[in-house]
């Protein structure tokens, strides 16, 4: 009924009637996402109907409601093959401001209709294998750059970029080619870094250092969830960027990852939004040469090394073996650079190994990253050693036992599924330099064995990368328990007590006789089976 009203009203009825019938439907179905098939038929006609009122000099609020219902509409795939036409969707981009060519963002009354024209896009786009071909064929890529950069700069309008982002994600996950085009043709390497420098509002102290205010307000809803769209379209557009070629691109690359720890030091409206945006940030770095996440970590700034610190000598005599420093204001310290990005890092891992589920696509992309960083950058792994594998001196317990990082990663070694144990060890054994006694150390024989035995290492060695030659310090509690310690199980065993000690003399007799009569029954079995085979 709701459909054949709507109809019959789009197709005979004024603007107003149009907006009011249509205003009915969109706030009656506005968290419907399944549709009954016996009214297919009549969700086609009312999209037709639709379009059509569109093309017409209508009112703006009359557009809105138009493109509500459409939006609507849109999540149900099978209506969208008879309205997807290139005619159609000239329609939506000439609504959305794809079409113009001059800066025509200026009236704001027609913001919602650009903003709901660009989800209606979203939408069919994704529904529509028709849409995509036409996207392709409409240029529709290059299209959404020219509005973002209309928009890059003003915070008003925001819903505009954030779906124009969502929509170039869209594109870009649909189609490789467009990835490229966006990497090349379009500059979309830099133009979408400078839409995450807008929405971190990001003020450059040196070329690839930014400002961080600790005290600073959290990002905003908005510019939270348009941040996250660009980090998924930029993720897109660099996927296959493993690989430096130019210069130029060394140094994009390098401002790009400047711009992801400056969103890692932030934090979004709630824990979940944050825990979101640091996500999709993770995501993007693996993608970035390894080469150029040197950024990740900066020397202290005159500020920082005038500050009060907790110096190397102020520590307490049983922490001097860590090499930390922490500022007054949490600043994570090490050899004189900062390392509070890699440890907003370790700490994400570590939340994502207590979730307990879904290792595989949430756990493995930041071990990975923090893997690579430390096999390419020397500060970096002698940080993270420092969090992670500390010098040890309670070796009572099993590595595998405990709420110590180091305890919850050599679980993992041991884990069901493959690739998480695989890179689990693999960020252990680069802390170690790759050397099978400082991991056997740390996790003992059982649990590294099948990185061992992966790597041909289980007679010992070490790998094939090359690392400094500065040597492990053992604390003087592993030193003394080390003899006692099992090399299988990692941990200290008390020896067991001999069991002819607390025996008789008569006792002892007895079962050295039970011994002797042992042997001779065993010799003389051997004896009669020579002669057996000697007649045959």
């Known amino acids: 009924m709701d459909e054949e009203r709507a109809l019959y009203i789009v197709r005979a009825g004024e ?62 795939k099978k209506v969208l093959v008879p309205v997807t ?39 069919i786009v994704f529904n529509s294998q028709m849409a995509q071909q036409l996207s392709l064929e409409l240029n529709l890529a290059a299209k959404l750059c020219n509005l973002l950069r209309k928009c890059k700069d003003r915070k008003f309008i925001n819903d505009i970029k954030c779906f124009d982002l969502r929509l170039l994600f869209l594109l870009s996950l649909l189609h490789t080619d467009i990835r490229s085009q966006l990497r090349y043709e379009l500059q979309g390497l830099p133009l979408l870094t400078q839409i995450l420098e807008s929405a971190f509002s990001i003020k450059w102290t040196d070329e690839y250092e930014s400002a961080i205010d600790h005290n600073g307000p959290p990002l905003s809803p908005q510019e939270t969830d348009c941040a ?31 711009v992801l720890r400056h969103c890692l030091l932030i934090v979004g409206p709630t824990e979940d939004k944050t825990e979101e945006l640091h996500s999709n940030a993770v995501n993007l770095l693996s993608n970035v040469p390894v080469s150029c996440l040197d950024v990740l970590i900066c020397p202290l700034t005159h500020e920082e090394t005038a500050q009060e610190a907790t110096t190397l000598d102020e520590l307490p005599s049983d922490k001097t073996a860590e090499k930390e420093t922490v500022l007054k204001n949490n600043t994570m310290v090490y050899n004189g650079m900062n390392m509070e990005a890699i440890h907003v890092l370790l700490n994400f891992m570590e939340k994502r190994i207590d979730k307990g589920s879904s290792y595989r696509e949430g756990l493995t992309p930041v071990l990975s990253l923090l893997t690579e960083c430390s096999r390419a950058h020397r500060n ?15 070796v009572t317990n099993r590595p595998e036992v405990g709420s110590t990082v180091r305890n919850k990663l050599v679980r993992l070694m041991t884990h069901v599924d493959l690739g998480v144990k695989q890179i689990a060890a693999e960020f252990l054994f680069v802390l170690c330099k790759e050397r099978v006694d400082s991991l056997l150390k740390y996790t003992g024989y059982g649990n590294a064995a099948g990185l061992l035995a992966a790597r041909g290492l289980l007679a010992g060695g070490r790998g094939d990368n090359w690392y400094s030659e500065d040597e492990d310090t053992d604390t003087e509690e592993y030193k003394n328990a080390k003899p006692n310690i099992n090399l299988i199980t990692g941990h200290l065993e008390e020896p067991m007590p001999n069991p002819i000690d607390e025996m008789t003399e008569e006792q002892k007799e007895y079962e050295a006789m039970k011994l002797v009569n042992m042997l001779d029954k065993l010799s003389r079995r051997a004896d009669v089976k020579d002669l057996h085979q000697d007649g045959g």
Not at 18 to 42: N, P, Q
Not at 60 to 74: A, G, M
Not at 93 to 100: F, I, P, Q, W
Not at 384 to 392: A, E, F, I, N, R
């Open 15 to 76: 603007a107003g009637a149009i907006e009011r019938v249509l205003r009915d439907y969109s706030d009656k179905h506005r968290a419907t996402f399944k549709f009954e098939s016996t009214d297919e038929d009549k969700r086609k006609k009312l999209c037709e109907g639709i379009f059509k009122v569109l093309v017409k000099d209508i009112p703006t609020t009359c557009q809105v409601s138009c493109l509500e219902v459409l939006r609507i509409l849109s999540r149900d």
């Open 85 to 123: 036409t290139k005619e159609n969707m000239q329609i939506l981009l000439r609504l959305a401001k794809l079409n113009e060519s001059d800066d025509s963002l200026e009236k704001v009354s027609e913001f919602p209709v650009i903003v709901e024209s660009l989800k209606c896009l979203c939408n």
């Open 228 to 258: 996250i769209e660009a980090l998924k379209a930029l993720f897109n557009v660099t996927v296959d960027s493993w690989k430096v070629h130019k210069e130029s691109d060394s140094h994009q690359f390098r401002v790009m990852a400047a």
């Open 380 to 394: 970096i792994r002698k940080f993270l050693k420092d969090q992670v594998l500390p010098p040890l001196r309670d």
